[in-house]
């Protein structure tokens, strides 16, 4: 069989994060919860450190097969954990002063990890002969700069600061999901190089993030004052959406990993949004007894599949060429 074509690996770009004080210089209160959240995320640090993209066996027994069932799939991946670098300024902006120990997560632990992800995930892509991702790295939304500019009153950036923790908490429980789809869907066609080397050692990181969303999210809403609670209700609930989708195509590739994952009808679609929103549930919705899922959570995933089903893929032509490439040399 023939081996996937190597191509020339874009450029490692170097964040543009600036660098704060290590764990041990931060000024932490002695509360019991923020001294748990400190030593999580030190323990992080310690145990998690970035992947090394050379770690990895990129060996792939059938990249017809993988092309055709995950391309797409590793194209959105990719793409959303390279934007980690648009993200850390996005959250620089919407917090102008963030607690320092958020800031060290974001900087220090969450955002080199997740910058490695999707080196790895687009040196994947490279190794199969796609396109690599083209993430947006530096253009952050009006409306994200219009919001940070009213969270200098420290009421306003509470909310704004649990709007982040409910974010991070739904996007590492989406991203712990596909990783394990995704790892079992490779091993399950006999491709263990990758999914014991690439794809396993992200599935592990990502619950350390969620966890420290969490505990966060429980800290900070017990202190919320009840105007506060009903601001992030409404602002939630009117600008959630998926992570690393904010257009139709963008949208779209949501859809196209749930039909990779075999998330299709609208049972499937309500129990994806349950897990991914449990705690969020649990938080928010605490007083709507027997909720699932918030229904701007499940609405959402069932707009991303009807975008799958009816709009052409971004990158189509190139999946196809490829598939058909790698046909003729079958043959």
Aim: hydrophobic residues 40%; contains cysteine; charged residues 25%.
């Amino acid at each position: 069989m023939a081996k996937p074509v190597r191509l020339g690996i874009a450029k490692i770009r170097a964040p543009g994060w600036r660098r704060i004080a290590d764990m041990s210089q931060l000024a932490v209160k002695p509360r019991s919860s923020t001294s748990r959240l400190q030593t999580h995320v030190a323990r992080l640090e310690q145990e998690h450190p970035p992947l090394d993209v050379a770690s990895v066996d990129f060996t792939v027994r059938r990249p017809r097969k993988v092309i055709e069932r995950y391309g797409r799939v590793l194209d959105y991946m990719a793409r959303t954990e390279l934007e980690v670098e648009r993200n850390v300024r996005e959250l620089d902006v919407l917090m102008p002063d963030p607690p320092e120990l958020d800031q060290y997560f974001y900087r220090h632990v969450w955002g080199p990890q997740e910058l490695q992800h999707g080196l790895i995930l687009d040196r994947l892509q490279a190794e199969l002969g796609l396109p690599l991702s083209a993430p947006n790295v530096s253009t952050i939304p009006l409306k994200l700069r219009v919001l940070g500019g009213i969270a200098h009153v420290a009421a306003v950036q509470d909310v704004v600061r649990m709007l982040y923790y409910l974010t991070g908490m739904t996007t590492e429980r989406s991203a712990v999901l596909a990783y394990q789809h995704l790892h079992e869907g490779l091993v399950a066609m006999g491709e263990d190089a990758i999914a014991d080397t690439a794809v396993a050692p992200i599935r592990r990181q990502e619950p350390g993030h969620y966890a420290y969303y969490q505990m966060s999210a429980r800290q900070l809403w017990a202190r919320l004052s009840p105007w506060q609670q009903w601001l992030t209700r409404r602002l939630r609930s009117i600008s959630f959406a998926p992570v690393g989708a904010n257009s139709s195509q963008e949208l779209r590739q949501v859809g196209d990993m749930m039909l990779a994952f075999d998330i299709r009808e609208r049972a499937e679609i309500d129990e994806f949004a349950r897990t991914v929103a449990r705690s969020e549930t649990e938080l928010l919705w605490a007083q709507e007894a027997g909720l699932g899922a918030p229904s701007y959570v499940a609405d959402a995933f069932a707009r991303c599949l009807e975008l799958a089903r009816t709009q052409p893929p971004l990158h189509e032509p190139c999946f196809h060429g490829r598939v058909a490439l790698l046909d003729a040399e079958d043959a």
